[in-house]
């Protein structure tokens, strides 16, 4: 549900930011009447192209993958390559443009009632009103890598319901006045208010009114908060299955579940790179002092 209800979100902003007024007057009518939004980038080789067809319309060729909540998002926002090779972004009326959807790509470990199938448009037309922005605004910054927040916090929201499970576990199991269960607990609550902490922190740094101006700021603390709330998830993860056990990761266990779930959820692209701009950004503020790189 976080990871729908984040690409959902993800997608009204960028309409806001993007949108012509009487385009954002249409897609809101369509997110009140209960369409579902989503954002759906990630493509293989067999990336999604807009062909020019008469009177400004494009026929769509190509699919995507990691298209979550697919037969359920009713208005996937998709980005498309343009013949000039500009990235254009459009919002697809799927319940009129119906889509392909190939399941048997979707084989996780964990989260697989997303829905996350390869989903290929070839053959179906968009009009000039489904074009959301200019070629190029999809990545615009501070916006792009800054949205890392969102599921920074969809993540987090993982690790406090794999907490709040291992507790009910070790409770109906009369396991609570163990010492040892007492110090990992101890460990686990000060593990998830750090990361709500984190969170609080990059809202803040976000909404500044700067915060457009000074988008490697910006971005930078976003990358921060992903690397952190990744790993606090990581330890949440070790900790409780300690103090489960092998019985608590037994199917049809609700922790066996979330366990997995969050572990797939974690494998988000590029945290490397993530941190590594990071510490660019950091170096490159060389005569800034640590108490004032983020909140001077």
């Known amino acids: 549900m976080g990871r729908l209800y984040e690409g959902h979100v993800n997608a009204l902003l960028l309409l806001l930011r993007f949108g012509l007024p009487g385009q954002v007057v249409r897609w809101a009518a369509a997110a009140a009447a209960g369409h579902l939004f989503g954002v759906w980038n990630t493509e293989a080789q067999d990336g999604v192209r807009l062909v020019p067809l008469p009177g400004g319309r494009y026929r769509l060729h190509g699919s995507k993958t990691f298209a979550s909540g697919a037969g359920h998002v009713t208005r996937p926002l998709l980005t498309a390559a343009l013949p000039d090779g500009g990235w254009q972004m459009l919002i697809l009326p799927a319940d009129e443009q119906v889509p392909q959807l190939d399941a048997s790509f979707w084989r996780p470990l964990g989260m697989r009632a997303t829905a996350s199938f390869r989903v290929d448009f070839t053959g179906l037309e ?5 074009l959301l922005g200019a070629p190029g605004d999809y990545y615009q910054q501070p916006g792009f890598s800054g949205g890392a927040i969102r599921f920074a ?3 987090l929201g993982g690790a406090e319901a ?8 070790l409770s109906r199991a009369g396991r609570t006045d163990d010492p040892y269960q007492r110090m990992r607990f101890g460990e686990l609550a000060v593990l998830v208010e750090s990361g709500n902490q984190w969170l609080r922190g990059a809202a803040a740094h976000a909404m500044r009114p700067a915060a457009e101006a000074e988008a490697a700021a910006t971005v930078a603390y976003a990358n921060l908060t992903r690397t952190a709330v990744e790993g606090i998830c990581l330890q949440v ?5 300690r103090s489960v056990g092998a019985r608590g990761l037994l199917r049809p266990e609700p922790f066996e579940r979330l366990h997995r779930d969050l572990t797939h959820y974690l494998r988000q692209p590029a945290p490397d790179a993530a941190l590594a701009e990071a510490g660019r950004f950091v170096l490159e503020q060389a005569a800034t002092p640590a108490h004032g ?4």
């Open 126 to 130: 968009v009009g000039p009103d489904d």
């Open 153 to 155: 916090a969809v993540q």
């Open 162 to 169: 794999v907490f709040d499970e291992a507790r009910r576990f």
């Open 237 to 241: 993860l070790q900790l409780a299955e």
């Open 293 to 296: 790189l983020w909140h001077g």
